[in-house]
């Protein structure tokens, strides 16, 4: 596709249930990259991936978090027993090179509500 | 960790009068990337400035490094009523930091005609 692509766009879903969310990068871009936005609120980095790897984690705020990212293409963001507090918008973004080199590349985002 | 700090929070303007965000880091920057978010939408990239006191220019848009690449900022000359978004900075560490770039908290800028 032509740009980023995220799935669902909208979720609802009941405290202490799993969601999956997924990225669908620009093909090609070797980096990716998770946030969080909170209505009204800056990005929060979440996780980082070169390839299929991911140097940087150190944003994924509780062990509840977990990415991974397959084929060097998609990537996947589960959130476990899912509390109130992880409502926001979940963006993904994808770009060219790594190590900030090269300009982000966003999807439309996951908005997230947790009941 | 890296900190990067954005102000002000909040700019209201009336068209035609400029506008200034300031982003400040707490580690000296490899490079440092400005982005728009319209309302309701994604973040949209603007510029990337990598050398120190380095100054560049789009339109009515100024964007410029500091010597010591830990600060920078956007001016917005003659603000029109599609200036309205919120700008983010983000830096990006460099060495260590791998790819991480860190987002200030961005200046939501609303104008009125």
């Known amino acids: 596709g032509a740009g980023v692509s995220q799935s669902p766009s909208n979720k609802v879903t009941e405290k202490g249930k799993d969601v999956e969310l997924r990225c669908d990068p620009i093909?090609?871009?070797?980096?990716l990259y998770w946030y969080r936005q909170s209505l009204g609120q800056g990005l929060e980095f979440l996780i980082y991936?070169?390839?299929?790897?991911?140097?940087?984690k150190s944003g994924l705020p509780s062990d509840r978090f977990s990415a991974e990212r397959t084929g060097g293409s998609v990537s996947t963001l589960t959130i476990q027993r899912t509390q109130q507090e992880d409502s926001a918008v979940y963006l993904c973004?994808?770009?060219?090179?790594?190590?900030?080199?090269?300009?982000?590349?966003f999807g439309n985002g996951t908005r997230l509500t947790v009941t | 960790g890296q900190q990067v700090m954005q102000i002000p929070q909040y700019q209201h303007v009336q068209e035609g009068e400029d506008f200034t965000t300031y982003c400040n880091s707490s580690?000296?920057?490899?490079?440092i990337q400005w982005y728009k978010q319209r309302p309701g939408g994604h973040p949209v990239f603007l510029i990337q400035?990598?050398?120190?006191?380095e100054v560049k220019k789009q339109k009515r848009l100024t964007f410029q490094f500091g010597e010591a690449k830990k600060n920078s900022s956007l001016h917005i000359t003659a603000t029109q009523t599609t200036d309205v978004g919120t700008y983010f900075c983000?830096?990006?560490?460099?060495?260590?930091?791998?790819?991480?770039?860190?987002f200030g908290q961005g200046t939501i800028l609303t104008v009125h005609p």
């Open positions: 973004a994808s770009t060219l090179l790594g190590r900030g080199q090269s300009p982000l590349h």
């Open positions: 093909s090609g871009h070797t980096a």
């Open positions: 991936f070169q390839g299929n790897s991911a140097p940087d």
């Open positions: 580690t000296t920057l490899s490079n």
């Open positions: 400035l990598v050398k120190s006191g």
């Open positions: 983000a830096g990006f560490g460099g060495g260590t930091s791998y790819g991480k770039l860190t």
